[in-house]
């Protein structure tokens, strides 16, 4: 049996920018990425703290140290620069591992979007 469990989260970031205009997704700093075990086209779920929405979009990479998390396309709607969100992506594993399998969880300085 497989069960989808959290594989990766950025906990509290807050949002730098939101161009509609883009073709979609979400712009995170590289920094961020590598910590919490995400690559560049991976589904995350992208929930905000301020107004409640929930949406799922892809990432893009974003530009090392810059704490960039920019909101692209129609997601942009969903957000304000300000904003706080929470990025979770998800993963398909067998329930005996994910008895076991331990996420990557980040905790960045809200205000800057920097590792602390």
Not at 70 to 90: E, F, H, M, Q, T
Request: hydrophobic share 40%.
């Amino acid at each position: 049996m497989f069960i989808e469990i959290c594989k990766s989260k950025i906990h509290r970031v807050t949002v730098t920018g939101a161009d509609l205009q883009y073709v979609g997704s979400i712009t995170i700093d590289e920094d961020l990425m590598e910590a919490a075990n995400l690559i560049v086209n991976e589904k995350v779920q992208v929930i905000n703290v301020n107004n409640g929405e929930r949406f799922e979009t892809y990432v893009i990479r974003g530009k090392r140290k810059s704490g960039d998390i920019i909101l692209n396309g129609p997601a942009a709607r969903k957000v304000v620069v300000g904003d706080v969100i929470i990025i979770v992506s998800y993963a398909t594993i067998d329930f005996e591992e994910a008895k076991t399998f331990q996420p990557s969880i980040v905790f960045p300085d809200t205000e800057t979007n920097r590792l602390i």
